[in-house]
């Protein structure tokens, strides 16, 4: 039997995928590691990127995964993979993939070990979704979607994962009722555009919220989240289902980038800072708690020291519960790498941390709102004496096991109720 190690960045969408390709491989016959050595057969690298730094990690994951597995098949796949074929023609490596197409990646992957393998069947399939808490994610990430043709100047994504692409209903549904069997009492719903799941050309399929109304009827789903979603795909369909059905995690993850609208004009974002602040007012209305999280650039080309203090109150107004920091790293395939008034290192460096302090201050005071009161968390981490479990609101509880309300078993990937102190 032949043992294989997968080592992914990036986004959720990329873990979803690595996982994909892991079951195919199970399915064929080879054996899955958690950790390299020189037994293992067959080495994969499921490359990003997003940034300039995010391909820089892919080279270093690439030289260390040589380096500890010696004996190894190497296959290389993913963004970086796909968008940079003139590098790859350097690198050394046994398959070069790029996005999509598992099913082609495990016929090459035959190939290149020249092993007839058959499937399993009958009682021999193992069951395609693993346990959580066997070196995966306790909550189940679930793609539904792929592709984005919105093209932000900053962004290289609509280039290496192309045309909106959405799986069927029925795919989706499915997949969700095996997930909940396997022990998965969260799913997370995610894409690379995930408000438009549904909205490619000809497509025969729902929109996100009819989506969502159906999976939540599914008897074993406990919690339904949304991945990060773009703010002009929220509209009141959905901010009412979210409201009005507790088995949806009342959290929106929308990506803001800047908070000066001639930033985001320049980032070719499809709405203005008053067109956000319109739609996060109108989900706070339904959900006074809602957890409210983004992502913000800083140190975008012709961002002046006004544009970001107007970023920071901007922020400040919206009560952000979390803000992901990036400073901006200019990809060399964008439009925005080739605009003028590029911002020095040092000041994207430091704007990223005075807005990383504020995030930290905001998120402390929005999770002190829920002292005292019982939630209903994720279990990620089962210590000797201690549980942590992810809230609906997408903050971390630590809890002395013998305070637990809860006496029945407990695993990893099940909701239970936890006090925040």
């Given at each position: 039997?032949?043992?294989?190690?997968i080592?992914?960045?990036?986004?959720?969408v990329?873990?979803?995928?690595?996982?994909?390709?892991?079951?195919?491989?199970t399915?064929?016959?080879?054996?899955?590691?958690?950790?390299?050595?020189?037994?293992?057969?067959?080495?994969?690298?499921?490359?990003?990127?997003?940034?300039?730094?995010?391909?820089?990690?892919?080279?270093?994951?690439?030289?260390?995964?040589?380096?500890?597995?010696?004996?190894?098949?190497?296959?290389?796949?993913?963004?970086?993979?796909?968008?940079?074929?003139?590098?790859?023609?350097?690198?050394?490596?046994?398959?070069?993939?790029?996005?999509?197409?598992?099913?082609?990646?495990?016929?090459k992957?035959?190939?290149?070990?020249?092993?007839?393998?058959?499937?399993?069947?009958?009682?021999?399939?193992?069951?395609?979704?693993?346990?959580?808490?066997?070196?995966?994610?306790?909550?189940?990430?679930?793609?539904?979607?792929d592709?984005?043709?919105?093209?932000?100047?900053?962004?290289?994504?609509?280039?290496?994962?192309?045309?909106l692409s959405?799986?069927?209903?029925?795919?989706?549904?499915?997949?969700?009722?095996?997930?909940?069997?396997?022990?998965?009492?969260?799913i997370?719903?995610?894409?690379?555009?995930?408000?438009?799941?549904?909205?490619?050309?000809?497509?025969?399929?729902?929109?996100?919220?009819?989506?969502?109304?159906?999976?939540i009827?599914i008897?074993?789903v406990k919690?339904v989240?949304?991945?990060?979603?773009?703010?002009?795909?929220?509209?009141?369909?959905?901010?009412?289902?979210?409201?009005?059905?507790?088995?949806?995690?009342?959290?929106?993850?929308?990506?803001?980038?800047?908070?000066?609208?001639?930033?985001?004009?320049?980032?070719?974002?499809?709405?203005?800072?008053?067109?956000?602040?319109?739609?996060?007012?109108?989900?706070?209305k339904?959900?006074?708690?809602?957890?409210?999280?983004?992502?913000?650039?800083v140190?975008?080309?012709g961002?002046?020291?006004?544009?970001?203090?107007?970023?920071?109150?901007?922020?400040?107004?919206?009560?952000?519960?979390?803000?992901?920091?990036?400073?901006?790293?200019?990809?060399?395939?964008?439009?925005?790498?080739?605009?003028?008034?590029?911002?020095?290192?040092?000041?994207?460096?430091?704007r990223?941390?005075?807005?990383?302090?504020?995030?930290?201050?905001?998120?402390e005071?929005?999770?002190?709102?829920?002292?005292?009161?019982?939630?209903?968390?994720?279990?990620?981490?089962?210590?000797?004496?201690?549980?942590?479990?992810?809230?609906?609101?997408?903050?971390?509880?630590?809890?002395?096991?013998?305070s637990?309300?809860?006496?029945?078993?407990?695993?990893?990937?099940?909701?239970?109720?936890?006090?925040?102190?």
């Open positions: 039997m032949k043992k294989f190690i080592k992914t960045l990036g986004c959720k990329n873990q979803y995928d690595s996982l994909t390709l892991r079951k195919k491989l399915e064929i016959n080879f054996e899955y590691s958690q950790k390299s050595s020189n037994k293992i057969d067959l080495a994969i690298v499921n490359s990003c990127a997003v940034t300039k730094t995010s391909i820089k990690k892919g080279r270093k994951m690439l030289v260390l995964v040589k380096k500890e597995n010696p004996n190894a098949k190497i296959v290389l796949l993913g963004c970086w993979a796909k968008i940079y074929p003139e590098e790859m023609e350097k690198i050394e490596k046994d398959v070069l993939w790029g996005v999509g197409d598992p099913k082609g990646l495990v016929k992957i035959k190939k290149l070990f020249a092993v007839e393998t058959k499937k399993l069947s009958g009682n021999d399939k193992k069951q395609e979704i693993h346990p959580p808490g066997q070196g995966e994610r306790s909550r189940y990430f679930l793609k539904i979607q592709g984005c043709e919105q093209f932000c100047s900053y962004c290289i994504i609509p280039y290496s994962r192309g045309t959405s799986r069927s209903k029925e795919e989706v549904l499915a997949e969700i009722k095996v997930a909940t069997l396997g022990g998965y009492d969260e997370v719903l995610c894409g690379i555009h995930l408000g438009l799941y549904g909205k490619e050309k000809n497509s025969t399929t729902c929109d996100l919220k009819t989506l969502l109304e159906e999976a009827q008897k074993n919690r989240r949304l991945s990060s979603i773009e703010v002009n795909d929220v509209d009141d369909r959905l901010l009412e289902l979210m409201a009005g059905n507790e088995k949806i995690c009342q959290h929106l993850h929308l990506p803001l980038q800047a908070g000066a609208d001639k930033i985001l004009a320049a980032m070719n974002r499809p709405y203005t800072k008053e067109c956000f602040k319109e739609r996060a007012q109108k989900a706070r339904l959900m006074p708690d809602l957890a409210l999280t983004t992502d913000v650039i140190g975008f080309p961002e002046t020291e006004e544009n970001f203090k107007e970023t920071m109150l901007f922020c400040q107004e919206m009560k952000f519960s979390r803000i992901h920091v990036f400073p901006f790293s200019a990809h060399e395939k964008t439009p925005a790498a080739k605009m003028k008034n590029q911002i020095k290192s040092e000041v994207k460096n430091k990223a941390r005075k807005l990383r302090k504020m995030s930290e201050q905001m998120s005071e929005y999770k002190n709102n829920f002292k005292g009161r019982d939630l209903l968390a994720t279990t990620e981490r089962i210590l000797e004496n201690e549980i942590q479990g992810k809230s609906e609101f997408y903050f971390n509880i630590i809890q002395k096991k013998a637990l309300g809860d006496r029945s078993p407990l695993r990893i990937g099940k909701i239970i109720r936890m006090k925040l102190e």
